[in-house]
C-alpha cells in the first residue's frame, strides 16, 4: 500500500500542476462553484474533456502559485489573474472557443430545493392551479397570504403569487410550501465571472456579442466623435463630409444674397428665378412613377381623382 501523501507534498503537487497549466494555456474561465456538488463537477469534467480542464483549489494556494510563477517568468500579465479569485471559484483552461466553452459549461445545472436561509438567486412564483394538499394544509397558504379555495376535497391556488423576491433570503414557511408541492425553484452550477484571454481581462457577457452588436457600437462611438468634431470645429475623417456639405451651404448661401456664383449656384438661382421649372422638374419623376400602371387606367384615375402637387413630390438634382 502507499504510504499517503502529506499536506506538504500536495501543496507541491498542485503548485507544479497550475504552473503547468499556466504555461499550456492562454485562455482561462474564472467560474463561482457556488452549490456545485462533486458529482455534478464531475460531470462538467467530462463534457469538457478534450480542449479544457477544470482546476479548484483554495484562493490562496492558487494566488500564491500565480505569483510565484509570475515571478519566475517575468509574464506579469499572469498577476490579472489573481484579484478575481474571490469566494468560491474555479478555473477552467481551455483551448477552444471560450464563447463554446461557456455554453458547454452553462448546460451543467441541477435544480434544488429552496433551503431555510439561502438567498434567492431568481423569483420564486408559484403558479395558479390544484396543489392535490387536503383542505388541512391551509395554514400554510394563509400564512404567505396566497388565496386559495376548497375544489374536489383539494387546496387550489387562485392566482400566481411571487412567493419569493431574488436577493431575499428563504423563510421557513416558504420552504416548507415549496417542498409540499414539489418544486425546485433554485438551479446551480458553475457560473462563468470573468475571462482571461492571454493576459486582458474582460466580462463574459462580451461573448455574447454578436457583429451586429459590434457593428452598432462602432457607428455610436463614430456619431460621438463626428458630433465632437463639429462642435470644436475640429476635422476629422467621421466629420469631413459634414463639414463639407456645411461649407457648401454657407457658400451657396453667401451666392444667394450676392452676385457672386458658381456653376451649381447657377442653377439653384435659376430655379428660384423661374419657379415653373420646378414642376418641369418633377414631371419625369411623376412619370416614372406611374410608368408601371396601364395608360388607360392612370387616365381614368386622374379623371376621377385630380392630383395634387405637393413640395416634397417635386424632388430635384442641383447638380443635374
Not at 462563468?192 to 462602432?218: C, H, I, Q, R, W
Request: glycine letters at 6%.
Amino acid at each position: 500500500m502507499a504510504p499517503k501523501a502529506s499536506k506538504a507534498d500536495k501543496k507541491i503537487a498542485y503548485d507544479a500542476k497550475l504552473c503547468q497549466l499556466l504555461d499550456e494555456y492562454t485562455q482561462i474561465l474564472v467560474a463561482a462553484a457556488d452549490n456545485v456538488g462533486s458529482k455534478q463537477l464531475q460531470n462538467i469534467r467530462k463534457g469538457l474533456r478534450g480542449d479544457s480542464v477544470v482546476l479548484m483549489g483554495k484562493n490562496t494556494m492558487m494566488k500564491r502559485s500565480v505569483r510565484i510563477h509570475a515571478e519566475k517568468t517575468g509574464n506579469e500579465a499572469f498577476l490579472n489573474i489573481i484579484p478575481l479569485l474571490v469566494g468560491n471559484v474555479g478555473l477552467i483552461f481551455t483551448k477552444g472557443d471560450l464563447k463554446e466553452v461557456s455554453e458547454e459549461v452553462a448546460k451543467y445545472k441541477v435544480g434544488a430545493p429552496a433551503r431555510v436561509g439561502l438567498v434567492a438567486p431568481v423569483d420564486v412564483v408559484v403558479p395558479p392551479g390544484n396543489t392535490g394538499l387536503d383542505p388541512s394544509q391551509t395554514s400554510f397558504f394563509q400564512v404567505l397570504n396566497i388565496p386559495t379555495k376548497i375544489n374536489k376535497g383539494t387546496v387550489e391556488i387562485i392566482t400566481p403569487v411571487e412567493l419569493i423576491k431574488k436577493g431575499d433570503k428563504v423563510g421557513s414557511s416558504e420552504a416548507a410550501l415549496l417542498a409540499k408541492l414539489g418544486i425546485r425553484p433554485f438551479s446551480y452550477g458553475l457560473v462563468v465571472l470573468s475571462v482571461y484571454d492571454n493576459g486582458t481581462v474582460f466580462s463574459p457577457e462580451v461573448l455574447d456579442m454578436t457583429e451586429d452588436d459590434l457593428v452598432a457600437k462602432f457607428a455610436v462611438g463614430v456619431s460621438m466623435v463626428t458630433s465632437l468634431s463639429l462642435a470644436l470645429s475640429y476635422p476629422t475623417l467621421a466629420a469631413a463630409p459634414h463639414m463639407f456639405i456645411n461649407a457648401y451651404k454657407n457658400v451657396l448661401a453667401i451666392a444667394l444674397e450676392t452676385e457672386y456664383s458658381f456653376p451649381q449656384a447657377d442653377k439653384v438661382k435659376e430655379y428660384l428665378a423661374d419657379p415653373s421649372k420646378f414642376v418641369a422638374a418633377a414631371a419625369p419623376a411623376a412619370t416614372a412613377d406611374s410608368g408601371s400602371a396601364p395608360a388607360a387606367a392612370a387616365a381614368e384615375e386622374k379623371k376621377e381623382e385630380p392630383a395634387e402637387e405637393s413640395d416634397d413630390d417635386m424632388g430635384f438634382s442641383l447638380f443635374d
